[in-house]
């Protein structure tokens, strides 16, 4: 993508220190045990709140993916606290942090993950099959997020017949439908022309407007310039709103 003036005025104006954070970390760190070990994220602080649009940038190989994976709870620290809406994660069994992780966080990937015989609605009603909606609800909740998401007239339609832009909107209606407080995205744009790309931004700075906090990973200084606020990782250390030269 080409430069763009950051960040956007659509976002959500940046929160007072009263609200409360999604993200905490206390000297959240992890190691792969290896061998040899590697210190692939190395022991930080982070507060993100509520409402916030925050990037994360880095060079491949600093440790992005994994600050992803532990924000995600899909990987547990190997040291410090992580606390997702003021909730000690560390402190959870395997069952709860699934439900946390249900309820609270839709994820977002670079390849959309969509099953291709089925139409998007049926992709974002699957996404619900283990989280507690209802399964009575989960056409008329699926309806909305598409709805929200402006495929509203694409319901029946299959991924296969859908350019990427569209591909990548039923992802977020799916990592929409629990309504999750928290978007974690992964590169989002890694696959999309300049024009999607622009359009899925503009989604996801509408959707922050609406009150979702949304964390964003990437690997172009464009798209990381669009946060209020962007975090850099280089060899597994957090630094925030440091230029980088090269990623
Ligand atoms: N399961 C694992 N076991 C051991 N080392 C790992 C494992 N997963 C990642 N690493 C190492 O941890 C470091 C950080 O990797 P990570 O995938 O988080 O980087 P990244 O910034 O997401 O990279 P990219 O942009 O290429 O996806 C790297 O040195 C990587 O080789």
């Given at each position: 993508m080409?430069a763009?003036?950051?960040?956007?005025p659509?976002?959500?104006?940046?929160p007072?220190p009263?609200?409360?954070?999604?993200?905490?970390f206390?000297?959240?760190?992890l190691?792969?045990p290896?061998?040899?070990?590697?210190e692939?994220f190395?022991?930080?602080?982070?507060?993100?709140?509520?409402?916030?649009?925050i990037?994360v940038v880095?060079?491949?190989?600093?440790?992005?993916?994994?600050?992803?994976?532990?924000?995600?709870?899909?990987?547990?620290?190997?040291?410090?606290?992580?606390?997702?809406?003021?909730?000690?994660?560390?402190r959870?069994?395997?069952?709860?942090?699934?439900?946390?992780?249900g309820?609270?966080?839709?994820?977002?990937f670079?390849?959309?993950?969509?099953?291709?015989?089925r139409?998007?609605?049926?992709?974002?009603?699957?996404?619900?099959?283990?989280?507690?909606?209802?399964?009575?609800?989960?056409?008329?909740?699926?309806?909305?997020a598409?709805?929200?998401?402006?495929?509203?007239?694409?319901?029946d339609?299959?991924?296969?017949?859908?350019?990427?832009?569209?591909?990548q909107r039923?992802?977020?209606a799916?990592?929409?439908?629990?309504?999750?407080?928290?978007?974690?995205?992964?590169?989002?744009?890694?696959?999309?022309d300049?024009?999607?790309?622009?359009?899925?931004?503009q989604?996801?700075?509408?959707?922050?407007?609406?009150?979702?906090?949304?964390?964003?990973?990437?690997?172009?200084?464009?798209?990381?310039?669009?946060?209020?606020r962007t975090?850099?990782?280089?060899d597994?250390?957090m630094s925030?709103?440091?230029?980088?030269?090269?990623?």
């Open positions: 080409t763009s003036p950051a960040p956007s659509d976002l959500a104006p940046s007072s009263s609200v409360p954070p999604v993200i905490e206390r000297q959240v760190g190691t792969y290896g061998p040899p070990p590697v692939a190395r022991p930080g602080d982070l507060v993100v709140r509520k409402g916030e649009f990037t880095g060079p491949s190989g600093s440790g992005k993916s994994t600050f992803l994976n532990i924000a995600g709870l899909l990987d547990t620290p190997t040291t410090g606290s992580f606390l997702l809406d003021g909730i000690d994660t560390g959870l069994k395997d069952t709860q942090r699934t439900t946390l992780r309820r609270r966080i839709g994820f977002v670079q390849a959309f993950h969509l099953l291709p015989h139409s998007a609605r049926e992709n974002v009603e699957l996404a619900m099959v283990y989280g507690d909606v209802p399964r009575r609800e989960r056409p008329e909740r699926a309806r909305e598409l709805a929200r998401v402006r495929l509203g007239h694409r319901t339609a299959l991924p296969t017949r859908m350019s990427g832009g569209e591909r039923v992802a977020i799916r990592a929409l439908a629990a309504r999750p407080s928290l978007l974690l995205c992964d590169e989002p744009t890694g696959n999309l300049s024009g999607n790309a622009e359009a899925v931004l989604l996801l700075e509408t959707l922050n407007a609406e009150g979702i906090t949304v964390v964003l990973i990437t690997h172009d200084l464009a798209v990381a310039a669009r946060g209020r975090i850099t990782i280089r597994g250390t925030e709103n440091e230029q980088v030269a090269a990623c």
